[in-house]
């Protein structure tokens, strides 16, 4: 049965720089004043509290295949429950998951709608698959569909030049944007290589995923522009299993591949010290499974972000970011609680102490 109050016993980590001795959860809301009445059930967990984790780019309802039944779907969102992950930004699926909007037991989803790709252009079972004359009235759809992104495959392998090219024209970017932002949309894109990063900037694009392509002009554009990255350092981890699998075909892709992976940390860093906003992403769902926030602030620490921006990636500023609530007077009780400072050791994030959703504990 759920207790009537938590009490956490703190502290409780409300910003990067500022925390409170103690919080309690009162009717599934966090509150920083000591409940009055008596005869409450009160039920103390002690540690030092996060906001929920965030996964910035994740994928409910997919496998390496596609779309998945929705006990799959929901054994996905539960593995992310169990390791803290609270928010989900889905990076794109093809799958039907807004039942899960009424699943209280169950992470909430900020959707991108479905991917949408250049004919032939991308993984099978996963994308609307359109030709450059369609994008304008696909992105419009996904605008609707989804819950304030919409998901390019802004490039992808040419099979006929063997190497990663962009899948868009300019002009067509430009319009796309024109229409996403038109609708309150924000654009973010899927985007390996070096080429298709200045239009997608130009464009007004608001987020890059992987973005293993950035160089010092696009880092210089992004920052200025505002632009985020979520690098899903976990998920590039595979490129040199890609390169390998790949090398027979097309030497040159694989090469292009290798290399994005060699200077990946570089690059992550190189972004953030030129003040590109970078969040966490793992990319699970797709070949990856769910649950892996807590190495990929590991790998954004090991990139060079300092401690507390990595963490900042996963909690606070991620938060912000997607326009949900943190650790606040009267805020859905979204939180994780370590037994262990976080912010000393990142290592503590991997095992959470407990897990609070909606004001009940997992
Ligand atoms: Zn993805």
Known sequence: MAADVLHLTGPVLVGPHEEVEQAWVVGGRLTFERPTAAGHDV???????????VDAHC??????????????????????????????????????????????????IIRAGRHIARTRRYIRNFAHEIEPEQLVTQVRAEAQAGDGWVKLVGDWIDRDTGDLAPCWPADVLQAAMAAAHELGARVTAHCFSEDSLPDLIDAGIDCIEHATGLTDETIEAAAERGVAIVPTLVNIATFPTIADSAEAKFPVYARHMRDLHARRYDTVRAAFEEGVMVFCGTD???????????????????????????????????????????????????????????????GVLADPGAVVLRGRRW
């Open 43 to 53: 039920v103390r967990i002690d540690g030092h509290v996060l906001p929920g984790l």
């Open 284 to 346: 699970a769902g797709g070949s990856l499974p769910h649950g892996l926030a807590a190495q990929e602030v590991a790998e954004l620490h090991r990139a060079g972000l300092p401690r507390l921006d990595a963490l900042a990636a996963a909690t606070w500023t991620a938060r912000e970011w997607l326009g949900r609530p943190a650790l606040t007077e009267g805020a859905s009780a979204d939180l994780v609680v370590y037994p262990a400072d976080p912010r000393e050791d990142l």
């Open 59 to 108: 994928h409910v309802g997919l496998d390496a295949h596609g779309a998945v039944d929705d006990d799959t779907t929901r054994a996905q969102a539960e593995t992310d429950r169990a390791a803290g992950t609270l928010l989900v930004r889905d990076a794109g699926s093809p799958a039907d998951t807004r039942w899960i909007d009424d699943a209280p037991d169950l992470p909430r």
